[in-house]
């Protein structure tokens, strides 16, 4: 009889515990942006959405998909965009700080469709709600969490209120990166562009408890109005960050963070190994790039920014590797490996830049600083194979750059044009030097510098 009773005692507890798996809304307005049913976030659902950003949330999906963003932009419209795939709630605090949200009717009296990507209802809202956040509401949308793999996943964000944000795109768990952390982002200003893929690199949060790693809080309904859990209620919820014990051991914040994700040391020859396999794959993805910005960009001027110019440069796509380059080098000096047999290595890796050229990885690993991002250079200008143009182009506008600082600080503000001036004096000396030790001809004529990137497409 004991135990009967205990057992319908738990019952009846455990009916009345609150969940936020599931909860009973037998109604939902046909008047929302979207509707969730009996759906509620969990820790199954943000790893199902850490896959979904990894697999998804690529350099170019805002070009796609024709989504105007900047940094803050991006965390907010990949949780939205995904909640409303998954039908999850989502929300968001609005600089009036008004919470808004899937079950907000502002507008209803615009057609909804089963497609996110045809959903007029969802993307005017999706609009709306990236033009009244920032950086500064995301404090109130978000949560610090403990560091740790299980914790920080894709879709986790890093932030810096009133200032910056990126996102986690993946975790590298080799070795083979400079950072574990991979970030993607955008920057300023709002536009549609393409993303930045890069190793994590943010400064120490310190005592500041707003800035960091942090997750989207989940958004439950009590008392048929809709409102974020708690904070200290969500489960990976931690403030380990901000203690100056987070850093003990450690150089700085960065390397406690890699610490934590991957503790494990690897071997430096293996990483030697996968670094050359990373930059083989990011370089023979570039080429399809290249010869397509060849055939797109030639003769056209496209500003920077426009929508063919974010698609066809490649500035931070060399930018990760220039970095991958880095790494690689200092790898090899601070382990004291044989230089010139991984140089041998990389020379029997061929990259067809073309129909009828061939490169080898280990030129572009020797021959990087010469590489031109700019999409109407020529193939030649894109994979470092002319030097000379390249070194004219530095030097044309270092010495237009020192031109323009004298004209116009020159009499207004003279301490800060010498010390403008002497950055630019160092590219022009550095030139000179490369000029002379590659055999640059001292008559080469800016009127063929001009062909190549004089109708750039971004209007340079």
């Known amino acids: 009889m004991f135990h009967f009773r205990f057992i319908l005692i738990f019952f009846a507890a455990y009916a009345l515990m609150p969940t936020f798996a599931f909860c009973d809304d037998s109604y939902e307005s046909d008047s929302q942006v979207w509707k969730v049913g009996q759906r509620r976030w969990t820790i199954q659902d943000e790893y199902n959405y850490g896959k979904w950003v990894e697999k998804n949330i690529t350099d170019d999906f805002f070009i796609r998909h024709e989504i105007s963003v900047d940094c803050a932009d991006v965390p907010y419209a990949a949780r939205w965009i995904y909640a409303r795939i998954s039908h999850l709630p989502a929300a968001a605090t609005t600089g009036e700080n008004r919470l808004i949200g899937h079950w907000s009717k502002d507008w209803k009296h615009i057609p909804t469709d089963e497609s996110w990507e045809k959903d007029r209802r969802f993307r005017t809202a999706l609009l709306y709600m990236l033009n009244n956040t920032s950086t500064r509401t995301l404090p109130s949308d978000t949560y610090p969490i403990r560091i740790a793999s299980d914790s920080v996943t894709p879709g986790t964000i890093f932030l810096i209120p009133g200032d910056h944000t990126v996102i986690v795109s993946h975790l590298v768990m080799d070795g083979s990166t400079a950072h574990p952390v991979q970030t993607i982002e955008a920057n300023l200003p709002t536009r549609i562009q393409k993303l930045h893929l890069r190793n994590i690199m943010m400064p120490d949060p310190g005592c500041d408890r707003t800035s960091g790693f942090r997750k ?74 290249v010869l397509n910005a060849n055939k797109k960009c030639h003769g056209i001027k496209y500003p920077k920014g426009s929508r063919l110019w ?151």
């Open 310 to 460: 974010e698609i066809y440069s490649t500035p931070d796509r060399d930018e990760y590797i220039g970095v991958m380059i880095y790494h690689l080098e200092k790898i090899i000096k601070e382990n004291h490996l044989d230089r010139d047999a991984i140089l041998d290595k990389m020379a029997k890796i061929p990259l067809q830049i073309n129909n009828d050229r061939v490169i080898t990885l280990q030129y572009v690993f020797e021959n990087f600083k010469w590489i031109s991002s700019e999409p109407d250079a020529t193939i030649e200008a894109r994979w470092g194979l002319d030097k000379c143009g390249i070194i004219a182009g530095h030097l044309k506008r270092a010495k237009e750059s020192i031109s323009f600082i004298k004209k116009r600080y020159g009499k207004n503000d003279p301490d800060f044009a010498e010390r403008a001036i002497l950055t630019q004096q160092k590219i022009v000396d550095e030139m000179t030097r490369e000029s002379r030790n590659n055999n640059c001809a001292t008559s080469y004529r800016y009127s063929r510098l001009e062909i190549r990137y004089g109708t750039s497409c971004s209007g340079k």
């Open 216 to 289: 989207f809080r989940w958004p439950i309904k009590t008392d048929n109005q809709w409102q974020y859990l708690p904070v200290k209620e969500h489960p990976f919820h931690s403030e380990e960050q901000y203690s100056p014990a987070f850093t003990q051991g450690c150089t700085d914040y960065l390397e406690a963070v890699a610490r934590r994700i991957d503790p494990k040391v690897y071997d430096p020859n293996e990483k030697v190994e996968k670094i050359i396999d990373i930059l083989t794959c990011r370089l023979n993805e570039r080429i399809p790039v």
